[in-house]
């Protein structure tokens, strides 16, 4: 759980989400996955198997770590063609327990940073879920806000109101405190990696709490450029941790360019639960690219020598090219021959 709380951390300096969801179960197969092979060389074993169908992400994920080693790999399910209805029987029949909602109606799973519900009538994209399928988030209501403080250092969050916690204790309480307002709860239709569309249903409160928290306090503390090359970076960690490659040399590499901006992502961030919904209402930091006269509409200069009046030039500039290409445009519609890059012409006869 520890190891899979770091990796969680990781996933929230790197704003991880695929399709608009925190990733929860792809970064939990990759640390299953070694812990299970761990077991099996220290116990000598000849091969490792899973109970994925072969229409999933999991088999691939698991996999991925597996056939690394010497071990085969056993895949009942897939290798069969067994159905979960079948499994379900099975499980029955030999006394094996089986936890899911409405006795193991659907698919579910849980841990640390989310809980996935699919299966059953939910594959029918135009049926509404019961309510009874959520357990870590209450139906949106009139409770009153919450205001809730999530302090970082170097993009790690480390304290929520003030009390230090590790990265277990502060998700458990964040997963109780945003859940009761009914946060983070995802309905959608998700592209896996097979190429099947699936429809899916999530739960992460804390998730959605964190990220939202952090991709603010980088908003206080990154330059424009930062921002905008790290949403491609983020992106593309993201979709190798969706993959399970969290140990790819693509993913240490990206790593390396999220760790470095990170090292100013310190401070503290101030989001408002309520209704379902959490957003940032403060943010504030040692780090932060802002300067309030600046800024200000209230002071006549900005800082550094530079004046109100500075900003003409720029935007007699701004927007020229396209000003000129349009013009171009109009004007060989027109049948008119542009004789120069100025945007001046000449009508000619046809």
Same mark, same amino acid.
Not at 283 to 312: P, W
């Given at each position: 759980?520890?190891? *899979?709380? #770091? ?25 299953? +996955? ?9 116990? $000598? ?5 899973? !109970?994925?169908?072969?229409? $999933? ?6 996999? +991925? ?37 409405? $006795? !193991?109606?659907?698919?579910? #799973? ?21 309510? #009874? ?18 302090? *970082? ?8 109101? $003030? #009390?230090?916690? !590790? ?48 991709? +603010? ?11 905008? *090359?790290?949403?491609?970076? %983020? ?83 701004? !927007? ?10 109009? %004007? ?19």
């Amino acid at each position: 759980t520890e190891e *899979f709380a #770091d990796l969680c951390m990781e996933a929230v300096k790197a704003n991880a989400d695929y399709q608009g969801y925190p990733l929860g179960t792809a970064l939990a197969r990759p640390v299953i +996955a070694k812990a299970i092979l761990s077991v099996a060389e220290e116990q $000598g074993c000849s091969a490792v198997a899973h !109970g994925c169908t072969g229409k $999933g992400n999991d088999q691939l994920r698991f996999e +991925a770590v597996w056939r690394d080693s010497d071990l085969d790999v056993i895949a009942p399910v897939r290798e069969l063609g067994l159905t979960r209805e079948w499994e379900n029987e099975y499980a029955a029949e030999k006394g094996l327990p089986v936890e899911g909602g409405d $006795g !193991g109606r659907y698919s579910i #799973d849980t841990n640390l940073w989310s809980r996935s519900i699919e299966g059953s009538e939910l594959e029918d994209p135009s049926t509404i879920p019961a309510d #009874d399928i959520y357990k870590w988030t209450e139906n949106p209501s009139d409770k009153d806000a919450e205001l809730v403080e999530v302090e *970082f250092e170097e993009g790690v969050p480390v304290a929520v109101d $003030g #009390d230090e916690l !590790g990265g277990v204790e502060l998700i458990e309480q964040l997963n109780a405190q945003a859940g009761a307002h009914g946060i983070g709860r995802t309905d959608m239709m998700e592209d896996r990696m097979l190429g099947l569309k699936v429809r899916e249903n999530y739960e992460h409160p804390a998730a959605t709490v964190l990220l939202t928290a952090h991709e +603010a306090l980088e908003g206080l503390v990154l330059t424009q450029e930062e921002r905008q *090359f790290k949403a491609q970076v %983020d992106q593309e960690w993201s979709q190798k941790a969706y993959q399970g490659l969290v140990d790819a040399p693509l993913t240490g590499a990206l790593e390396a360019f999220i760790d470095d901006t990170n090292e100013r992502v310190t401070g503290t961030v101030t989001v408002k639960l309520e209704g379902g919904h959490c957003r940032p209402v403060s943010r504030e930091s040692d780090y932060a690219v802002y300067s309030e006269s600046a800024a200000s509409f209230n002071e006549e200069d900005v800082s550094g020598g530079i004046t109100q009046q500075d900003a003409t030039g720029v935007a007699k500039y701004h !927007g020229f090219q396209s000003r000129l290409a349009n013009k171009i445009l109009a %004007d060989a519609k027109k049948g008119a021959a542009v004789t120069d890059g100025s945007g001046d012409s000449e009508d000619t006869e046809e």
